[in-house]
């Protein structure tokens, strides 16, 4: 009741809104021949004083091995807790011997990698003769008995605890009021697989997995590039997921890439735990149908998109990357539009909008002229329609709704049954619920074909979410063609047109270039040019470096040839 009377409050009374500066993408940075770039070298102080900070009062590792022991004890409950290895031992340094513990998860981490290059060297190589070049024990023990490549020393417990939880093994020696973190990593994981998705004919056959580093190693192995910067942050109070931002230092904006890191700085939450999630929690309009940002599983779609400017966000644990700012155009777009010739890419963009139309409007037309618009179609179809609708009891609109909701029925249990028995489902479900309909005159035959049409043109959709929220708006227009005919989709169409101008995708207009009007031109938005024209990344995106190839690409084509005279 409170709620009601909330909103009665809202509409009826006027209120002065709430004055919010909305984050707008301008040509602000540098430009690209200067050295360095403001948002990076912030990045750099940011991460140097993180890693100088001294530990909380409370936190800082004692120097007594007991006391150690003890914390870490109760930090991990153990001995209830059965997957933690705590592991004691001595170390000798000169005439003496010195306790230590080593503290890991079985299961995360690499145990050959503990025993040769950790535990061997600390137990076995300490008792042998060894030139002591470290002034005291912890250069000893860092300089010469850690052969590992990746070894940190950290002075609080909650660095030790976290390195720890990421599948590291933390090691602490009496007398010394630090600890020793390794990065030993080795929980089986899934390899480097095909796209079960966004599947391409002609392109690269390989998709992010669930590792953070590999899906970054991808990036690279494509790029090449050492001004690819990848930055590492924590979301996730509790859970504290590692995320990785990507962007090309010479070529992204500063200003987007500031906004991306101070959106994911600004979640306060306990866990977050995959790409969809944080999607969720970064974008700028979560009630929009339409998804702003792109979440792809192919590295070299990720790759192509660094290129013209973009940022990549990778969440560790999830084989999905989410790159920002999009446009609604960039939804229509496929990974294999940059591999093949663009009159076929053309065409395949051109059946798209076909479908997205077909999936968006159809049902509704179709209620809208068979209850207002008779005029609109050929009397001798008016006649087939009427008269295979002459025994069926229900009106357009309940007649639509029926087979609408029946094949996201059998469209949503095909997806949930198991794998072989899926497409067979929704293959003969469809048929016989088809047919079984028509026969007992609950439909006409001519709504079949409609429902039909709009299914086939839903699955065209490259964009799996812009699929979803097609599905969802099909409803709202087959409700307004129902209520008020054409008038009643022109003004849905004038909404969600109006929404989407007004929507932005991190400071970049949803619309753009069209609303609103850039400068720039458009050679890969609706429709795509040649290859050789491509020469200038989108002017929408503000990059520090304009164009991305020469105005004669092909000199090969504009040169002399090797022996030529003038």
Known sequence: MSFIIRQLKKYLFFEEPEKRERFILRPGARPADEEGSGSFEKAKEKKKAESEKAPEPGDEVKSDIDANLTHMKDVYSIPVNSDIVLREFDITYGCRTVRAFIIFFDGMTNTEVINNYILKPLMVDSVMPLKDTAENLEGYVMRQLMP????????????????????????????????????????????????????????????????????????????KDEDLIVEDILVGRVSRTPCSILYIKDVANEALVQEIRRRLEGISVDYMLDAGELEQLI???????????????????????????????????????????????????????????????????????????????????????????????????????????????????????????????????????????????????????????????????????????????????????????????????????????????????????SWSTALKSFGVPFMSPFGPKTSGRYKNVIFRAPEWKMEERPDYLNPKKKRKQAEYSMKWKHGKRKGEQD
């Open 283 to 497: 974008e700028d309009s979560t009630v929009y149908p339409s998804p702003q940002v792109i979440s792809t599983e192919r590295p070299d779609y990720t790759a192509e998109l660094l290129v013209s400017g973009r940022v990549a966000i990778i969440v560790d644990g999830s084989p999905n990357v989410l790159v920002v700012p999009i446009t609604a155009f960039d939804l229509m777009h496929s990974p294999e539009d940059n591999y093949i010739r663009f009159p076929y890419v053309n065409l395949l963009r051109y059946i798209r909008y076909i479908a997205g139309f077909l999936a968006l409007l159809l049902p509704g037309l179709y209620v809208a002229i068979t209850n207002y618009h008779h005029e609109m179609i050929p009397t001798d179809l008016l006649l087939a329609i009427e008269a295979s609708r002459e025994k069926v009891p229900f009106p357009s609109l309940v007649e639509i709704l029926l087979m609408e909701i029946s094949f996201e029925l059998i469209r949503e249990a095909g997806l949930r049954v198991p794998g072989p028995i899926g497409p067979t489902l929704g293959i003969i479900g469809a048929l016989i619920l088809g047919q079984a309909a028509v026969a007992a005159n609950i439909v006409s035959p001519v709504l079949i074909i409609i429902v039909a049409l709009t299914g086939i043109g839903s699955f065209a959709i490259p964009n799996y979410s812009l699929a979803y929220s097609v599905r969802i708006m099909r409803f709202g227009f087959i409700f307004l063609g129902a209520l008020a005919g054409f008038l009643g989709i022109t003004v849905g169409l004038f909404m969600i047109g």
């Open 148 to 223: 590992h490549c990746q070894v940190n020393i950290s002075r609080g417990y909650k660095k030790a605890v976290e390195a720890v939880n990421f599948g590291g093994c933390a090691l602490f020696v009496d007398g010394l009021s630090v600890c020793f973190t390794a990065d030993v990593k080795g929980w089986d994981h899934r390899g480097v697989e095909k796209p079960n998705n966004e599947i391409i004919i002609k392109g690269p056959q390989e998709a992010f997995n669930e590792v953070l580093r590999t899906n970054c190693a991808q990036i690279r192995k494509r790029l």
